[in-house]
C-alpha cells in the first residue's frame, strides 16, 4: 500500500513564512530600531508618528502580552503540569505566574534572556533526541503515516488542507499566519526587546540569522512526535498494541478529543521517554513560560509620560512594580482561558490574528514608506485595533454558538479547567 508522506512540504512552507518575516524584520532593523536608537518599537513608534500613537502602540502591545505571550504560558503549563503533577488549571497557572513574576522581579531582563539561552539549548538537544525515541517507538515514518491513514487521519500528514477543513485553511496559512509572523517577529516587544538589547547591528542581524535557520527545527522537534503521540493513541485504539503497559497505556489518553490532543507532547514525554530525559524536557518547557514579560510600561508609560525625570532606581522598582501588575493582570484573565476550548495552537492564533494586523501595517509602512504621515498611522491604528478587538470580543462570548454553526457540531471534550 501506497502512503504519501508529506513532512517535507510543511518543513518548507514553515521556511518560507518565517524567511519572508526575517527578512522584513532585518529591514526594520536597518531602517529603523537599531539606527534611531531606541529601546522600545513604541518609542520608535513616537519618533515617527508622534505621542499619541506611542501611547495607543502602548496600550495594544501590553493587551497583545497578556492574551497571547502570558495566555499561551498560561494554558501551556497547565497542560504540562496537568499531565506530569495531575494538577489542574487553578493550581497550576498561579505557581508558574508568581514564580515568572519573582524571578523576573529580582533579576530583569537578563534573567529572562538567560533563561532563554539555556531553554532553547535543552529544548534542540532534547527535541531531536525525543524524536528519535519517537520514531523508534512507532516504527518510523511510514509505520507511522500507515498507522494514521488506516484510522481515517491521512490529512494530519499535510499542510495542504482541502477546503471543507474549516480548522486549518490553507488560505490562512499563507495569508493570515504571514501577517501574525511579521507582527510577532518584527513589531512584538518581547521579541523585539532581545534584537534591541544586542551590542550592534551586526550582533542584531547575526541573531536574527540564527533564528530564522532555528525555526526550520520545530516541525521534527515539536509536530512530527505530536503526530506520532496520536499514532501510537490510534494504533492502541485499533489494535490494543501498548494496552498491556498499565501505566503507559495509550489507550486512555483520549487525543481524539480536541482539549485532551492539546497534551500530545506532554504524554509523550511522560509515557516513552527515559527518566533523565522526561525530567531535562519538563524542566525546559517550565524554562519557555516564564519568559514573556515585557518592558514596556516603565519605558513608554511611566518614564516618558508620568515621571520624564526619573532615576534609575526609580524606574528599576516601577519595572518591578509593573511586572507584579502583568501577574495579578494574567490571574484575573484566567476565567477567561479556562473557558478557551479547542486546539492550543489555533487559540493563541485567533488571539494574535485580531491584534496583529493593525499593529504590524502600521510600523511596516512607516518604515518602508515615507508618505505615511501621523494622522493617517493613529487613525488607522485606532479603527483597525477597535475593529479587531470587538471581533475577538464576540468570538469569546459566542465561542461555542460559532464553532456549532461553522462546523455542524460542538466540539467534545473538558474544558482546560
Not at 513616537?46 to 502591545?61: H, N
Not at 497547565?78 to 508558574?96: E, F, H, K, N
Not at 488560505?171 to 493570515?176: A, E, H, I, L
Not at 479603527?383 to 464576540?394: I, N
Request: net charge positive; with cysteine; hydrophobic share 50%.
Amino acid at each position: 500500500m501506497m502512503v504519501q508522506f508529506r513532512l517535507p512540504s510543511a518543513c518548507l512552507a514553515v521556511r518560507v513564512d518565517h524567511r519572508l518575516a526575517d527578512r522584513a524584520a532585518r529591514r526594520a532593523l536597518r531602517a529603523g530600531y537599531l539606527r534611531a536608537k531606541v529601546t522600545t518599537v513604541p518609542e520608535y513608534c513616537e519618533k515617527r508618528f508622534g505621542p499619541g500613537t506611542r501611547v495607543l502602540v502602548s496600550a495594544l502591545s501590553l493587551i497583545a502580552c497578556i492574551v497571547t505571550k502570558i495566555s499561551a504560558s498560561i494554558l501551556a503549563g497547565g497542560i504540562l503540569l496537568r499531565v506530569v503533577a495531575g494538577w489542574d488549571l487553578w493550581t497550576s497557572v498561579p505557581i508558574i505566574i508568581v514564580t515568572t513574576g519573582l524571578y523576573t522581579i529580582g533579576g530583569g531582563l537578563e534573567a529572562v534572556m538567560y533563561t532563554d539561552v539555556l531553554q532553547a539549548g535543552i529544548f534542540v538537544v532534547g527535541g531531536l533526541g525525543g524524536l528519535a525515541i519517537a520514531l523508534q517507538r512507532v516504527g518510523g515514518f511510514g509505520e507511522m503515516a500507515l498507522t494514521l491513514q488506516r484510522a481515517g487521519l491521512e490529512q494530519n500528514l499535510h499542510l495542504i488542507r482541502p477546503a471543507d477543513d474549516v480548522s486549518n485553511l490553507t488560505t490562512g496559512s499563507f495569508s493570515g499566519l504571514l501577517i501574525a509572523s511579521v507582527w510577532y517577529w518584527c513589531v512584538d516587544q518581547v521579541i523585539v526587546q532581545r534584537v534591541l538589547s544586542a551590542r550592534s547591528l551586526a550582533h542584531a542581524r547575526a541573531g536574527c540569522a540564527a533564528t530564522d535557520y532555528a525555526k526550520l527545527l520545530p516541525p521534527l522537534m515539536m509536530v512530527v512526535p505530536g503526530i506520532i503521540a496520536r499514532a501510537l493513541y490510534e494504533r492502541c485504539r485499533m489494535d490494543g498494541t501498548g494496552a498491556e503497559q498499565l501505566d503507559g497505556c495509550w489507550c486512555t489518553a483520549r487525543l481524539n478529543e480536541p482539549d485532551a490532543a492539546n497534551a500530545a507532547y506532554p504524554e509523550l514525554i511522560v509515557r516513552e521517554f527515559p527518566p533523565g530525559m522526561v525530567g531535562l524536557m519538563i524542566s525546559a518547557m517550565v524554562c519557555a513560560m516564564m519568559s514573556s514579560l515585557s518592558s514596556i510600561f516603565t519605558v513608554d508609560v511611566y518614564h516618558r509620560f508620568l515621571r520624564p525625570d526619573a532615576s534609575e532606581r526609580e524606574l528599576l522598582w516601577c519595572g518591578r512594580i509593573a511586572t507584579a501588575a502583568t501577574c495579578v493582570i494574567a490571574l484575573l484573565w484566567l476565567p477567561v482561558i479556562s473557558q478557551q476550548r479547542g486546539e492550543f495552537y489555533l487559540i493563541v492564533q485567533n488571539a494574535s490574528s485580531h491584534i496583529a494586523p493593525a499593529l504590524a501595517t502600521v510600523v511596516l509602512l512607516g518604515i518602508m514608506w515615507p508618505r505615511v504621515n501621523s494622522r493617517a498611522a493613529f487613525a488607522g491604528l485606532l479603527s483597525g485595533s477597535v475593529l479587531g478587538l470587538a471581533a475577538y470580543g464576540v468570538n469569546l462570548a459566542f465561542e461555542h454558538e460559532c464553532r456549532a454553526a461553522v462546523v455542524g457540531t460542538t466540539i467534545g471534550g473538558p474544558q482546560l479547567a
